[in-house]
Every structure is written in C-alpha cells, then in structure tokens.
C-alpha cells in the first residue's frame, strides 16, 4: 500500500527550488539589500505614474501605463508586419481618427516658399497662353516650348498645338474688344443697374454666410449655420457651392472670391475621397459643368484637369450592354448601380440624357475622343428604340434597352433630355444635326400630346401616365418656356412663330403659379382642373426650394422679346426671395409657398447660386454679357462656349 504524501503542493515547490540539505540562495544581509533594491526600482516606476499628463476618458493616468505595457507585450509575443507603404498616397499624414496634429513649422515655411514660386510659374503659364489666344505676334524662342503636355488620359495620340489662326510673326497686337464679354455689361438702364447691384448684394449674403459657417462642405444650413450635404453627393464634403458658384462669381466681378473658390479647388476637391454612391448626373451638371465653364473664362489647366478626374471617375457608370450609363457611382469602389425604385431597375431620361453637353466639349479641350464617344452611344441607343405614342418614357434599362413605366414628363424624370437635345444643338454651333432632328420631333410631339390649356387660357405642359393624361405641371417643367423660345429664334422656320406663343404662354403660366401664392413664391408643382389652376393641390407639392427654373424663362424671354414684364416678373420673385427666404445666415427653402411665415426647410441649395442668382442677375445687365450667340448654358446655369464662334472656346486642337 502506497504512503500518502503529507506535504502539500507549495512546499513540495519549495522543497524542489530549495533543497532541505542546501544552502540558501543568499545571507540575510543580502536578502535584505536585494529587497531595498527592488523596493526602490518599484517605486521609482509606479511612483511616476503620478507624473504623468491626464488622459481624458475613462482610465486616467494608469491607463496610459498599462495601454503602453499592453501594446509592448503583444508586439514582444507577436510583432507586427512591416508597415505597408502603399495605398492611398493623398491621404494627410496628419489627420489620425479625426483629429489634425500641428505640423511642423518649419515644413509650412518651406512648403508656402514653393507654393509662391509653383503659383508664379503657373501665373506666368497662364500669361502666355493668354497672350496667344489674343493672337500676339510669338517670339520665335518659344516654338519650342509650344508643346505641352495634355491632361487628356491618351497623350500619346494627341495633337498638342492649341488652334489658333494663321497669323506674320510681324502681325499687329489683335485688340481685346471681339471678346466675350464675361464681365461688366452694366444696362444703362438707371433701375436695371439699381436692381443689379441688389442681386449681387444677395449673392454676397449667401456665398459669405457659407464661407463663414459651411466652408468645404457641399451647402449651407443657414437657419441653423452648420454644412449640409445631401444623399447626392454621397456621404463626403467635396464642396459642391465651391465649384457651383465659380463662374457666377465670376461673372459678378467678387474676384477675391473666385481666388479663394479656386485655391480650395486646387488643394482639395479629389474625387478619390469620395465616400458612398454619387449621383452621376449631378455630378456631372455641378462640378464638370462648372469646372469646364472656369476653364473657358481663365484658360486655366487646373480646371480642366479637375473636369477630366471627375469625368474619369465617373465613366464605370458607362459599362452596360446598351452604353446607358447607370444613375449611381461609387468613386473609390469603382462600382455602379441604379436607384431601387425606378422601374425595375432602369436609367432615369434627364439623367442619362443630360451629359452630351459637358461630355462633348470635355473631348474637343482634351483631344480624348473617350467621352464624346460615350455620349454618342447613349444617343445611338436612343434613337434606335421605339416611342411609344412617339414619347419618350422616363425610364430606359440598361441592360436590355427597353423602357420602363410608360410614365412622360417634362418635368422631373425628363426635363433636361429635350433641353440638351436643343442646347447641343446650339454648342456644336449647329453642326450636330442628329440633335437637332431628335428635337424637333420631340417638341412636336410633346406639342401635339401634352401642351395643353385651361379654361382660363393658360398654357401648361401635363404629363402621360399609363395611357392618360394627368393635368399637372413640374416647376422644373417651366425651363420649357425658355427653350421653346430658344428653338423658335434660332430655327427660324415654319414652327418658330407657334413655338414662340408656346414660350410666352409657358412662362406666363408659370409666373402666374408664382403669383398665386401668398408669399408670391411657386410651388413644386401645380395643377389644373376644373376647380382650379395654377395651384398645388397635395401637401408635398406646396414647397419651395429656391428653384431656378422659371426665372431662367424670364432671362431667356427677355434677352428674346425685350418685353418689360419679364424685367418685372423677376424684381417681384427678387423682392419674395428677401422677404420669406432671407435669413441671417443666408438664404432657405420654405415649405409651404401658401404660408407666410411659414417654416423654413434650412438649406441653402447650391445651385441658388449657381443659377437662380445668376439668371437674376443676367436678367438686368446688358445683352453682350454672356451672350447667347456664343455661349449655352447647362442645365445647372453654367455657360459652355459655342463652337467655331466663341473664341474662349480652347479647342485642343484645330477643329
């Protein structure tokens, strides 16, 4: 029988680190120093813990101790990998977790020192090419400097001699006067120029309050003073009033302004930083068309540059079977998709159909046929499917190339396809004939199908749903009123005088939706019936948010007929802007058009200055600013020069 040992578990340790019969491991004098020793080292370590800065958070002090003790024995156990170099090279190695360490001093100094001499260098850049596009007599050293590198994606197979005419080199300094005039235009008109000046007031309270409160962000809160960004733009602050508001700056002379719109350009706006799904076709009309609009009043390569990186990005969108882009694009994912509530799946026609313009004329500056071939296939596919009742549906699937809902509109979901049909028309300088015939047989149809009037005599465009007419009108559908007046001027032909009277009953109609309301403000759409008209009906039609539309027909009325009333019609939505919108931050949306005093929406849209402001502010200035003979606006108000015409047009090479 097996003895039971008595000891237990510890001396039996004990017994087997120090044997009965051995020595000890040291004299008590020893033990004693030892202790001393390790008493003082603890002390000095744990003491110092006491010393430390306070972390705010939970933990203190010695959380700072064990976080660094932790994170040192887990690299001992198990060290890192090697720090992985690649990646996103633009992301700021100063920026951690949100929070902006300072930069080292010295290092801002020598970087402003660069920054200066790179800005003189392009400063000087920008003199030359000026000086040759005023067709100044070339020395003859430079010829060989005349070659510059483009911006375009295929640089190889471009042509880099910007067109210019033939010119001696003894030729005489051509004068500035034949140039497009993008500044001044001052009416003589003694209250024109009073109500001007008023419109570019507005335009300083908007874009200040949103340096002040919103700066970089896409807009402005101005009730609340804060950024804004809406689902469009993704989930990013890409500064979409920045590159909105440019060539309305511009165009008003705030030049400090337009310089600090452009450094934030030049530092900041990169597409690569855009988070979430972005709207193509915003994208396109607010950053491309303002960008390409900077570009042709300056001649400044960094604009172009910007166009051609956002346009880049943008072309995934483009990888279908039919080549109609999707709405959606994920910038840094490269991926795209469309919204899941358009009809199964399908493109939107003022989406897809509102990119020829930007597209176009970013080839002819780069010499990279890439996009102008894009755009072509969207209008092959078009031109190839059926209309049904010779309407265009709002809805067209990529994939298979069919239409969705048999839902028309010239109001949302259509509008700015039969714009852009006309408009491209009129940039290519009337060489894009395709355009032209897509038009007209549009605006007939749509002549002979939805225009229609009211018991009272107004003219209205309804909408064709499911085999019906439905008696409502878009305010997004009063840009008509301007484009059917623009069609009859430059077409000159047997529909011109019809589409003219369509022009004036379309905008008269729409000021009288204005006029109607209590705030003197149009609602997001009206309808007619027997009961009534010109008048929201349903509770979500009753907003206004600062929309640009009908006041773009009183400025293109008035450039067309020189009748008075639009000049008026346009100081009254000016006097109802100030009074229900004005706030001290800015300028807001309201809810209810029907209400004074009413709730505010609390965003300043941007393109209230890209547009609404813009169009007020041409309205009562002379015909030669931004004149229509030489420049188009996009849908979103931003001037494209007209081709062969206008000479800021920047071809990249003879066209």
Known sequence: MAVKDSKGPCKRLLA???????RGLCRTREKQLFILALGTISFLCFGSI???PEKPGPGGKVKVVRDKLQAEVENLILPPPPE??????????NIRHGVIDKPDPHKLEEKAHLDAQIELDEEIKRIRKNQEQQVLAKPSFDKEKDSKKSSSSSPEALDNKFAKPDQKPDEVVKSNSDEPKIQ????PDATAKERRDHVKGMMKHAWDNYVTYAWGKNELRPVSKRGHSASIFGSSSMGATIVDSMDTLYIMGMMEDFDKGKEWISNNLDMNQMGG???VFETNIRYVGGLLTAYAFTGDEMFKQKAVHICDKLLP???????IPYALVNMRAGSAKNFGWASGGSSILSEFGTLHMEFAYLSDITGNPVYRKKVEKIRETISQVERPKNLYPNYLHPKTGKWGQQHTSVGALGDSFYEYLLKEWLRSGKRDLQAKKMFDEAAKDIEEMLIQKSASGLTYIAEWKYGRLEHKMDHLA???????GLAAENEKDANSERWMDIAKGITHTCHESYDRTDTKLGPEAFRFSDAVEARALKQNERYYILRPETVESYFLMWRLTKDQKYRDWGWEMVQALDKHCKVDG???GVRNVYQVGGNKDDVQQSFFLAETLKYLYLLFSDDDLVDLSQWVFNTEAHPLPVKGVNTFYRPHSEL
């Open 317 to 323: 969108a483009f990888d279908t079977p039919t080549g």
């Open 184 to 187: 001044g235009g001052e009416d």
């Open 16 to 22: 087997f680190i120090m044997p009965p019969n051995s």
């Open 478 to 484: 009063c840009f008509a009123g301007g484009m059917y």
């Open 84 to 93: 992985d170099v690649g990646g996103d090279v633009n992301i700021n190695p």
């Open 277 to 279: 799904d972005v709207s």
């Open 586 to 588: 800015g300028y807001s």
């Open 50 to 52: 006491w010393f430390l």
